[in-house]
């Protein structure tokens, strides 16, 4: 039995080179959506799980920028200024303070390994609390000189628990006392090390790059960040929503730029499936002329027309759908090359609703596309059709 | 059943008015086999069109069953062409990507009706095509094609079949075949118009009338 679909599918096999093109164009540009937009969902939530692994509800820092607190958090970058570990004083007679530990970061070269290690000074007796995700083998640091590998770190130099690691700085002698079980974060590229021996490395016997804090009422946050900064002078405080808040700003700019370019390259794929079925229109004019005679109404030649660029969006916009998901280890690691911070895990995350919205925004355009050259082909004149 | 009154038909061609018909007087029976015959551009085609409510004149009246559809709606028109007339052309203009038992079937779509796969059958049979029904038109010779397109022309059961130049494509063989079904149609009651160049075929059938610069001349 003849129905509208499988005439406007029977119409479109008649040029297959054509109609592939045209739906390729369509697949690539719906392709870039999905992954855009599944970029996004994996970013926030990526982010989010980084920020929970820290185990810490807010950061106090010296006063600066909370972009720069954001890259301390979480991937280790150094801010040139230090707090006088004087200030836990104050942070832990603050009401609603669970734990507090200063925390010292630094990009320490280490020539005999030729690499630069990224140390981070904690105090470790909160370690098991802001970290209980951790399947450390060993143990947890107990005294100065000892420190506690990232799973990257120790894979690398193939260290165990026990073995000698060579200190960045002289005079200073390390052994590994555990290391931790790999948590596809951040984590796995840090040195942790006791904060005196940090500030030690870093000669800088009293400082510390910030102060990380864990509430035992998480919904006190404010009254407590509040409290804090009235008390002690010269100080920041950034909460994790902050720290999200702040990364996320920065990745909205890449974010709507990639959207704009998605959407000019949808337009122009909606122009291409306009001018290909414009094309076949004006071809077949005859036919349509023909069908006008044997009964057709200009509605029946208009939703004929328009069943084709449905079939063509609708169909390139799965095929972009399944090259996307095909195609995303590779987008992530674009990604990743040109983004200044991505939070670790998968970044790209598929999301049945986001593939459904995508379709239906291409089977959108592919309506709005096709009205054209239907409302083109229900005008053709069927007698000067004929007639040729 | 069909009944011209001064029908007058001119249109434009570039800058200038053409008058395709000048007030042709044409009555035909139910059942009637009836060739138009004459030369090129004397308004056969024209003739047919409007016959078939596929054009309007410009100038008269023409009355399908005593309804007069000279100033018709489209919309009114589209019913009758789809409930009472069918259509075959020169260049049988049935669809590629469509099988044969798709292309008689087309029409129905346009009309709601359901394809009986009995009726398509029956159709193909009566025109010898019922072992060609899963082929394409490509597959189909001349001669097939064209048989097919009378298959599509009367599967919503038409009072009337209205063929422009059915056998112009047609070497003598296929045209006889296309003759013999067209009127052994007219002998079952179909009225059947057809447009032929073939004098040959013009002269076997019950009537002729011919058009001589947009004028029945006899």
């Known amino acids: 039995m003849t129905s509208y679909f499988k005439l406007a599918a029977k119409n479109l096999l008649r040029h297959r080179t054509r109609s592939a093109l045209t739906m390729l164009g369509i697949a690539a540009s719906v392709g870039v959506l999905f992954a855009v937009l599944s970029f996004n969902q994996g970013f926030s939530e990526g982010l989010a799980n980084e920020l929970e692994r820290t185990g810490l509800h807010f950061m106090i820092v010296p006063s600066g920028c909370a972009h720069e607190v954001a890259a301390l958090v979480l991937h280790g970058a150094v801010i040139p200024k230090f707090l006088d570990t004087e200030v836990m004083e104050h942070v832990k007679k603050a009401r609603g303070v669970e734990l507090a530990t200063p925390i010292l970061v630094a990009q320490l070269p280490d020539q005999q390994r030729g690499r630069i290690d990224l140390i981070y000074g904690v105090d470790m007796d909160v370690v098991s609390s802001i970290k209980p995700g951790w399947n450390i083998t060993g143990n947890i640091p107990r005294n100065d000189h000892e420190v506690l590998l990232g799973n990257e770190v120790a894979q690398h130099d193939n260290l165990q628990p026990g073995d000698h690691f060579s200190s960045p700085a002289e005079g200073v002698d390390l052994v590994v006392a555990g290391v931790i079980g790999l948590t596809g974060s951040q984590d796995d590229a840090f040195v942790y090390v006791p904060i005196a021996t940090a500030q030690q490395l870093l000669q800088q016997p009293r400082g510390a790059t910030a102060i990380g804090v864990k509430v035992d009422d998480p919904t006190r946050i404010g009254a407590i960040t509040e409290e804090l900064t009235s008390v002690v002078p010269g100080i920041q405080i950034v909460t994790m929503g902050e720290v999200m808040n702040s990364i996320s700003n920065l990745a909205a700019s890449a974010r709507a730029l990639s959207l704009s370019i998605v959407l000019i390259a949808i337009m122009i794929s909606a122009v291409g499936v306009m001018n290909s079925i414009l094309m076949a229109v004006f071809e077949r004019s005859q036919e349509i002329g023909m069908m006008r005679a044997v009964g057709a109404s200009r509605w029946n030649i208009f939703r004929i027309i328009l069943n084709e660029t449905t079939i063509l969006a609708l169909c390139g916009g799965l095929a972009g759908i399944l090259l996307s998901i095909l195609g995303a280890r590779m987008i992530e690691a674009f990604v990743r090359s040109v983004m200044p911070y991505v939070p670790s895990g998968t970044l790209i995350r598929f999301d049945v609703g986001i593939a459904a919205a995508s379709v239906a925004f291409i089977f959108v355009i592919g309506i709005v596309a096709g009205l054209y050259p239907a409302w083109k082909a229900s005008k053709i004149n069927p007698v000067e059709a004929i007639k040729g | ?218």
Not at chain 2, 53 to 63: E, F, H, R
Not at chain 2, 158 to 187: C, F, H, M, Q, W
């Open chain 2, 1 to 218: 059943m069909i009944e011209l009154k001064n029908i007058e038909k001119t249109y434009r061609r570039g800058a200038e008015d053409v008058r395709a018909l000048r007030g042709v007087d044409l009555a035909i029976d139910a059942g009637e086999l009836l060739a138009i015959v004459g030369p090129s551009g004397a308004g056969k085609t024209t003739l047919l069109h409007i016959l078939g409510c596929l054009d309007q004149p410009t100038k008269g009246d023409v009355y399908f069953d005593g309804v007069n559809t000279a100033n018709m709606p489209e919309s009114q028109l589209v019913k009758i062409r789809r409930e009472k007339i069918g259509f075959v052309f020169q260049q049988f203009y049935l669809i590629p990507g469509l099988s044969v038992y798709d292309n008689i079937a087309l029409p129905l779509l346009f009309s709601n009706k359901p394809a009986g796969r009995k009726k398509i059958e029956q159709l193909a049979d009566m025109v010898g095509l019922a072992h060609r029904l899963d082929h394409a038109p490509a597959q189909l010779s001349g001669g097939e094609m064209q048989r097919t397109a009378i298959a599509r022309g009367l599967v919503n059961d038409p009072a009337v079949l209205l063929a422009d130049e059915p056998t112009g494509n047609l070497d003598t063989e296929n045209s006889e075949k296309i003759y013999a079904i067209l009127r052994r149609l007219s002998d079952e009651g179909l009225t059947t118009i057809m447009i032929t160049h073939n004098v040959d075929l013009a002269g076997r059938a019950r009537r002729t009338v011919k058009i001589t610069d947009g004028l029945i001349s006899s």
